[in-house]
């Protein structure tokens, strides 16, 4: 276990990139030279626990970089980490029943219908099955809001609502629910999430001034996109041709546009490709491109993998191969993204201890789903995660949304003694109750893993 006085060694067997201390409570990171990446190593043998006030048998060298690192603060006391800790205990929000959310940002799924056949498909089992919403599912969510929010005012300034689907510009009705939704919010900003097909034949007919940022589906080049979403079908290769177009007449048009790729064994390879083509089509060269990639999940899973497209090897050599591209890289394990998050943020940027992995306020990030249910976030899966309903009755449910709010790793006993709690945080809520655990542990309870990540630390600056 590459643990050190609540201090993670990063790079410890990396060939690639330099070793560094990453403090778990703090977020303080600290580059190690070669000959104190050894002197920590024989430290790390000595050490009787993670505690700093255990007696130990150092030698002169070995003290004075352990007398360095306490007093630059790499290295807490038990009585400087109980205090931080206390402080974090004293300000969290326990036993909080209907914490208003400051702001409300939902998602709202139009439909489950969908114009492709991708074959891992997260909602494969509902899909195609001619569920739609109506203005009158609309008028239902705009209500659902107004009966329980502290403030009505609230409701009209939402920031951001998510749309998203199945295929959300599935037709004429479905882009007619989106102008609809733009009425009864009017302040609002959309972030849309489509496999771009429809992209040119309804542009004309969105709200653009209303869309902040459209996010399209591509998996890579023309023939492996098309194979993975059009499974066992023979598609227009215009198809792919038509969503680029779309790609580039929203950039053109100073639309934000995130293009999301789905990664596994059989497609990883042909990234590459699928980059050269974006900037051959100056996409990828728009200050207004992003781009991300993740890959398929299965929440019963100790790492939230779907083996049937990658096992944990195939995990590795994804990584391996995007290392070897100098891209930086993405956290592919579920459970790894809130410490990815902490390592990769700008260099003086502290790192404020978190307890809770999500934004459990009430009313806060909700998805209002076409089977009626309210999920508390856009994991939808198997029903799990439902907090109310709204069509065609509204209700929440009073218990889930209390535990939801005080799920926090500083009132799990088996999590507050944990060094990985800060960056744990319990791991995600949905794996839990696809697990039946209160908390999961991810990748912090697996020590190859942790072994063996790897982070440029030089990407902070860079």
Known sequence: MALIFNNLIINKNSNRFQPFLF?????????????????????MTKQSDFSLNQPNQFNQTEQMLFDKLKAEKQFFTDEDRNIIEAKILKAGYFDIDYKQADEFTFTIELTRNCNMRCVYCYIKPYINNNMYLTKNHIDAIYNFYHTYSDDPAKIDTTPIIGITGGEPLSNDETVELINYIVSKWPESKLKLLTNGVNLLKYYNKLPLKSIESVSVSLDGPKEIHLERRYHGLSPEAKIYDDIIKGIKILLENEIAVKVSSVIDKSNYHHYKELMNLLFRENISCSPLFEHD???????????????????????????????????????????????????????????????????????????????????????VDDGKGVVGTYFPNISVDKDIVSKLQNRSTMNNDKCRICPYKFVCLGGCLLSARKQNKEMVCGIYEDEEILDNLEFNYYWITN
């Open 23 to 43: 403090n778990l409570v703090s977020g303080r990171r600290k580059l190690l030279t070669a000959d104190e990446f050894k002197i920590i190593c024989s430290i």
């Open 293 to 379: 990639f993740g890959l398929t999940l299965d929440y019963s899973h100790p790492l939230d993998i779907d083996c049937n497209f990658n096992t944990k090897e195939d995990v590795y050599k994804i990584k391996d191969h995007f290392f070897d591209l100098g891209m930086r890289m993405q956290p592919l394990f579920l459970s790894s993204s809130k410490l990815f998050e902490a390592l990769g943020r700008s260099n003086n940027e502290p790192m404020i201890p978190k307890h809770q992995r999500c934004n459990s306020s009430f009313l806060a990030n909700y998805y209002f789903a076409c089977d009626g249910n309210v999920y508390f976030c856009d994991c």
